[in-house]
């Protein structure tokens, strides 16, 4: 972008941009900053490292550049591989070795995705993007996977908003948990822990209650803007929650 054509709020950012280059050890000049102001703003962003940004605009990268993210872990991976020494090719050993050394990083990469899919919406706030994270996370998760988690996500946090509004987690026998499943839907599981006492309670009595605090809480669903169903071999979705068969709960279709 030319200097020239911006308009005073963009020249104003420019000045401010090239500021927070600078701090970073970056040496350039505002009509630099102008003429990268897009790729500028991504770094300021955090949707690009400062050395992806220097690459990108041709500016030196400042020595206290940090390297880029996944750099460090696959060198000390090469380090770590290049420094083995496995058993002869053709044996058992081998092949024992190299599983071995496949298990460790299956791991860890289970480790790291459940890292990935915990900060993905924590970063899911005002002023970022759905497409910023997808761009983010490119090569790690597809665009599918990230709008799904999110999605889920959304469902969740709706619907424990739900639960705490149907009051059924007051009884404390009245175990309610949310889990989130592939698909961007939730699963709601209904497991109640009676005690000695409850157990000698009237059958009937304790239906009435099931039924009354389940259904409440179906209807602060509905009304929170979800729809929920079961595949379980009962009729209604209450009598599968009763009988220990998940409630899928997604957001509601339009009409």
């Known amino acids: 972008m030319d200097w020239t054509k911006m308009s005073r709020r963009q020249q104003e950012a420019a000045r401010g941009l090239l500021e927070k280059v600078r701090a970073q050890g970056v040496v350039t000049s505002v009509s630099q ?14 949707e690009m490292s400062l050395r992806a940004l220097c690459e990108a605009t041709g500016w030196d990268v400042p020595e206290s550049a940090a390297p880029e993210p996944g750099e460090d872990l696959a060198r000390a991976i090469q380090t770590v591989l290049a420094g ?3 058993p002869r090719l053709g044996s058992v050993e081998r092949v024992q070795h190299i599983s071995a050394d496949i298990k460790v990083v299956k791991k860890v990469l289970a ?28 090569g790690a ?25 149907s009051g059924i987690r007051k ?26 006492e409850s ?9 009435i209650d099931e039924h009354n605090a389940l259904s409440g809480l179906l209807l602060c669903l509905r009304n929170t803007g979800l729809a ?28």
Do not use: C
């Open 111 to 138: 480790g790291l995705m459940t890292d990935l899919k915990e900060s993905l919406p924590a970063a899911d706030k005002p002023g970022t993007t759905r497409e910023t994270l997808v761009r983010a996370v490119q």
């Open 33 to 46: 900053v102008s003429k990268f102001f897009d790729e500028t703003m991504s770094w300021d962003r955090g």
């Open 141 to 165: 998760l597809s665009r599918r996977l990230v709008m799904e988690h999110l999605g889920a996500m959304d469902v969740l946090s709706v619907a424990e908003q739900a639960v705490a509004e």
């Open 84 to 86: 083995t020494v496995r």
């Open 199 to 207: 157990q000698r309670q009237d059958g009937a009595a304790r239906y």
């Open 171 to 196: 009884k404390k026998e009245y175990n309610v948990r949310l889990t989130p499943v592939a698909g961007g839907s939730i699963h709601l599981y209904f497991d109640p822990d009676y005690g000695y």
């Open 228 to 255: 929920f169903s079961s595949d379980g071999p009962h009729d209604t979705v209450i009598e599968d929650l009763r009988d220990h068969h998940p409630a899928v709960i997604r957001m509601a279709k339009a009409d």
